[in-house]
């Protein structure tokens, strides 16, 4: 069975705070991916990223960083100069056969 | 990219009716379509799996003749909640594979259900 684990319920910061989302996840598949997505009010949920379980390297992309630990089933989400329009749910996501598991989910609200 | 679409965006019925929700890959033909459910401040649940041309694959829990789903084309998924009570408001959500990615699927904005 899969499972994700986000266990930051909720976070608040300041805005251009940097802030980390945890994501831990569970799979016995040796070929998996990991979603991460962002869900603001309006409920759409919006892409920011997939990675292969094969490439544990970091990635950056503008003020969104992630880290990838298969060690540790960590798939950990960072926000640097956190901004007011950062405030969503974000979900982290491991699908399987196109279907996924979410998290939880992290409520971030980020005040002016 | 690929899009989704979903009609209504937001509906409100009465208690003892039905309501169909659209799902429609705009761009792609879409092999298999899900159907999420999320209420408020929870996560989103698989309600259930359609294939084109078969019948759904429900998850454990989720009553199949209260949730009615029709995948009669490759780019149209149906849900009907049939004999809607207040419980069944929430924002349901669907999503479409197209068959070429086995991990990817493309996100639906959602429909957002009020039962009075």
């Known amino acids: 069975a899969q499972k994700v684990t986000q266990a930051q319920t909720e976070i608040s910061v300041v805005e251009k705070e940097d802030v980390t989302l945890d994501c831990v996840y569970e799979?016995?598949?040796?070929?998996?991916?990991l979603f991460w997505y962002k869900q603001p009010p309006s409920g759409e949920l919006v892409f920011l990223i997939r990675r292969n379980s094969f490439d544990e390297q970091n990635e950056i992309s503008g003020r969104y960083s992630w880290n990838f630990q298969k060690s540790t089933s960590s798939f950990n989400f960072t926000i640097t100069a956190s901004q007011v329009v950062d405030s969503a749910v974000y979900f982290c996501?491991?699908?399987?056969?196109?279907?996924?598991?979410f998290g939880d989910g992290t409520t971030l609200t980020v005040k002016p | 990219g690929a899009v989704v679409s979903q009609h209504p965006s937001r509906v409100i019925c009465k208690s003892g009716t039905s309501v169909k929700i659209e799902c429609r890959s705009l761009d792609f033909q879409a092999t298999t379509m899900f159907w999420y459910r999320q209420f408020p401040k929870q996560s989103l649940m698989l309600m259930a799996t359609?294939?084109?041309?078969?019948?759904?694959?429900?998850e454990q829990g989720v009553e199949k003749d209260k949730f009615l789903i029709n995948h009669a084309s490759l780019t149209l998924s149906t849900l009907t909640v049939t004999s809607a009570h207040p419980e069944d408001s929430s924002f349901y959500i669907c999503?479409?594979?197209?068959?070429?990615?086995?991990?990817?699927?493309?996100f639906g904005p959602g429909t957002r259900l009020t039962v009075t």
């Open positions: 359609s294939n084109e041309g078969s019948k759904a694959t429900y």
């Open positions: 799979t016995r598949d040796t070929t998996y991916y």
């Open positions: 996501a491991l699908p399987n056969a196109g279907k996924s598991t």
């Open positions: 999503s479409a594979r197209d068959g070429g990615d086995y991990y990817e699927q493309y």
